[in-house]
Nanobody, 123 residues
Framework: QVQLVESGGGLVQAGGSLRLSCAAS????????MGWFRQAPGKEREFVAG????????IYADSVKGRFTTSRDNAKNMIYLQMNSLKPEDTAVYYC????????????????WGQGTQVTVSS
């Protein structure tokens, strides 16, 4: 079993930045894919960014490309989502997810999910 805990959400003005963190614990597989998703009120959960380990390949949704960056700190067993130039439409609950299948993908078929962290961007 793998446990994921997100942190770093909050309220920020448009144009500002936030960094989300996702701490993985438990029986983390030696190779895996991790994804960031978000869900705004009344909308379906959508893919934001993904990263594989090992390798560190990344993939981003078009809506965040050039503004968001995901990275991993292997020593700390953490992944991060750096969000810059935030817009009000980025407001959502953000989730990290992990899956032992080592391939980048935008679908939500990940095995383990965190509880989510709220990001609110004011205009």
């Amino acid at each position: 079993q793998v446990q994921l805990v997100e942190s770093g959400g909050g309220l920020v003005q448009a144009g500002g930045s936030l960094r989300l963190s996702c701490a993985a614990s438990g029986r983390t597989p030696s190779s895996y894919a991790m994804g960031w998703f978000r869900q705004a009120p009344g909308k379906e959960r959508e893919f934001v960014a993904g990263i594989t380990w090992p390798g560190g390949s990344t993939i981003y949704a078009d809506s965040v490309k050039g503004r968001f960056t995901t990275s991993r700190d292997n020593a700390k067993n953490m992944i991060y989502l750096q969000m810059n130039s935030l817009k009000p439409e980025d407001t959502a609950v953000y989730y990290c997810a992990l899956d032992p299948r080592w391939r980048l993908r935008t679908t939500n078929d990940y095995s383990w999910w965190g509880q989510g962290t709220q990001v609110t961007v004011s205009s």
